[in-house]
């Protein structure tokens, strides 16, 4: 059975020559990967000439530099190098060095790889070393893309992890689970409860060759129902590709074929696909090009310093790359000021909006003293109403200033739960910051409801949102020594606040009538009023500019408090420098009609989120991607809910979570693959 298997995947190769035997045109692919660096390189009939896979040992830029002089020393006078295109995560790093001609996200580079071997490919799998990707294809075109999340189980890393734990090499490891006859079920939970269940197998005196297959078999388990998602064969297409090197594992291979009841194509180059696909790319747009010469590459030098930009509080962590002859890179920027790029015409930026209408926002002395605002969690959103309410009532209000990294580092000390979502992490250092001002009364509201919005069957807060003063007071011992006021209040209306503000405001000025109170509340939702209608009139402006500028709309729907520069990482802006007009789910939800949902939809952001889905739906020329807090629970279904919202109207879903790790590089590849899937779409209706 064995054999069978191998000489059927032995069909799938590319046609090959030596390099030395041939004359003639070529074009280069280069894959800088998160783990490996391959390279390709392809005579105008798509023969492979020259090949390269390794991994990168923690100098990527040396390994490229090293293989284009053997590439150009090869190459001599008899081939003519026309051009050159880079994928991957360090796609921009090595096209600038090196002066490659052309640069394309790897999603459509491994694309581009599988249409090669199998014309008709509708669903394609990539497991490589710390990543999963999965391609949807309908039509020519990438329909949807699906890639895993901050954990990397399940991947290549995973396997080698596990086989150097045990001894092996991660080849040698692979080979054994291919003679298993009774793999061991591992699940296809994360690493920590894997290694739980290794060490119980070995107690119970299974093999290695069986603790192997085992291993293999929740790879592919994870890649299926916890990335794909699949409840059936049927769901994944008729003509599937699989790649990476992860796949050139056979023991990975055959449990993907035997868990899908289905043969798979894998090509004999699985792991070259995005070199590959790259070297086809440049073949298909380059005829001559700017790639550096051997006498070049020979002078080469690169050097890279980190430094911390200045222009702005986001302080980016910069990357200065600087090659021979003065040419330079800078990675780790948010936007386009420290590249030198003073005149850039700013895109409409809803995020950045409320993110300057909140810094706006400043009390004035009173004389009952002053009252502190965590700038955190449902404040980002009702910060106007407590503001007014509080100035009314003679109180100089002080909001803490925009989120840093500094921030939550002063809190972290006292945060009771590392699985909490960082937004809330974050609101300990913000207490700190108010206690640093020597501020002696500090406020959050608990609030079970939200304001009705009568978008939903409720309008429940999240129990983060609701209840974190709870969880502040119980574990910041500082406060001990100042009033922390965090009533349990009603914001649905100005008499229930009226009423249930009163009860509580004894406990810090029993000298507040209700006639007073009611005058202050009136003031607050009347401020609150103004900001949200301020903030739906700018985001149809932003619409309006993108109809007639030509551009693409896309919703970053979240949370209020995802604006917050320290938990967004500056996508934002990002999306903007990939010429999106960006706008806000709140921004825009009201621009359509309420949505019947397949889950009980009581949660007022959740409401949000879904009409701004079925927005995005409606209109060709507005996209969505979905920001997820890495550790929300109530978030867990939305995700299902506006995948299905989308998909069903034939629209892409794009999903990213953040934390309080900025990886900009991952989020740049999954806006890019949107864009590359939206331009493919947009290609074939035309």
């Known amino acids: 059975e064995y054999e069978l298997f191998r000489d059927r995947h032995a069909l799938h190769t590319v046609k090959s020559r030596p390099i030395e035997e041939y004359r003639g045109r070529a074009w280069l692919g280069i894959d800088s990967g998160s783990t490996t660096t391959k390279l390709v390189l392809i005579s105008e009939d798509k023969e492979l000439l020259y090949s390269y896979y390794d991994v990168n040992k923690g100098s990527p ?163 299926i129902y916890k990335v794909i998602r699949a ?29 899908m009841g289905r043969d798979v194509v894998r090509p004999a180059i699985a792991g070259l696909m995005g070199a590959f696909g790259a070297a086809i790319y440049a073949l298909e747009n380059c005829e001559e090009t700017t790639l550096l010469s051997l006498t070049e590459l020979e002078n080469f030098t690169h050097k890279a310093r980190s430094s911390i930009c200045k222009f702005c509080s986001n302080n980016c962590n910069l990357t200065i790359n600087t090659f021979a002859g003065g040419g330079r890179f800078i990675s780790g920027n948010q936007c386009q000021r420290p590249l030198g790029v003073k005149d850039e015409k700013k895109l409409p930026n809803l995020y950045e909006w409320k993110r300057d209408y909140f810094r706006n926002m400043k009390g004035r002395p009173g004389p009952r003293g002053k009252i502190g605002i965590p700038m955190s969690l449902i404040i980002y959103e009702q910060a106007p109403l407590w503001l007014a309410l509080f100035t009314e009532l003679g109180y100089e209000v002080v909001f803490t200033e925009l989120s840093t990294r500094a921030t939550y580092e002063k809190g972290q000390f006292s945060i009771p739960s590392d699985t909490i979502c960082y937004p809330a992490k974050i ?51 500082s406060l001990a020594e100042i009033k922390f006021f965090y009533p349990y209040l009603s914001v649905n209306s100005e008499r229930a606040l009226t009423r249930t503000l009163h009860r509580n405001l004894r406990e810090i000025d029993p000298t507040i009538s209700r ?80 949505i019947r949902t397949r889950v009980l939809n009581q949660w007022t952001y959740h409401a949000r989120l879904y009409r701004a889905a079925l927005f995005a739906a409606e209109h060709k020329s507005v996209e969505l991607v979905q920001l997820f807090s890495f550790g929300c629970g109530v978030d867990a279904i939305t995700g299902d809910e506006v995948r299905s919202i989308l998909e069903n109207r034939g629209k892409l879903y794009t999903q990213i979570k953040i934390d309080d790790i900025s990886n900009l590089g991952a989020v740049r590849i999954r806006l890019r693959s949107l864009i590359g899937a939206l331009e493919a779409k947009d290609g074939n209706s035309n």
């Open 61 to 223: 830029m040396q390994i490229v530099h090293e293989q284009l002089k053997k590439l150009r020393r090869l190459c001599g006078d008899r081939i003519e190098i026309c051009g050159a295109a880079t994928t991957g995560y360090g796609e921009a790093l090595i096209q600038n060095a090196f002066h490659a001609d052309l640069g394309l996200v790897e999603t459509i580079a491994h694309f581009t790889a599988a249409g090669h071997f199998e014309p008709e490919v509708d669903f394609i799998l990539d497991i490589g070393g710390q990543d999963i990707k999965c391609f949807y294809i309908k039509n020519g075109a990438i329909d949807s893309i699906m890639l895993n999340e901050a954990c990397s189980s399940g991947c290549g890393s995973f396997l080698e992890t596990f086989a150097h734990s045990m001894g092996y090499e991660v080849d040698e490891f692979s080979k054994l689970g291919i003679r298993s006859r009774s793999p061991v079920d591992l699940g296809s939970r994360c690493t920590v409860f894997m290694n739980s269940s290794i060490k119980q197998a070995q107690k119970d005196g299974a093999k290695i060759e069986d603790i192997s297959a085992g291993l293999s078999i929740s790879v592919v388990k994870n890649a």
């Open 231 to 259: 409840a059936s064969p049927d769901d994944l297409g008729d003509h599937i590709v699989v790649q990476g090197g992860t796949l050139l594992n056979d023991a990975v291979l055959r449990a993907f074929e035997l868990e």
């Open 427 to 477: 609101m300990h250092g913000h207490v700190e910051e108010l206690l640093e001002q020597g501020i002696e009364l500090i406020f959050y509201p608990s609030l079970t409801y939200n304001i009705n919005e009568k978008m939903a069957d409720n309008y429940y807060n999240c129990p983060i949102v609701a209840y974190y003063g709870e969880t502040i007071n119980g574990n910041m011992d």
């Open 515 to 594: 006639l007073e109170l009611r005058k202050a509340v009136k003031a607050g939702f009347r401020a609150f009023e103004q900001y949200r209608d301020a903030l739906r009139q700018a985001g149809k402006d932003a619409l309006a500019y993108a109809e007639e500028h030509d551009h693409r709309v896309l919703v970053l729907a979240g949370r209020p408090y995802h604006v917050d520069p320290e938990i967004s990482h500056g996508i934002d802006r990002l999306a903007v420098s990939l010429g999106f007009v960006v706008v806000s789910e709140d921004s825009i939800c009201d621009l359509t009609t309420r």
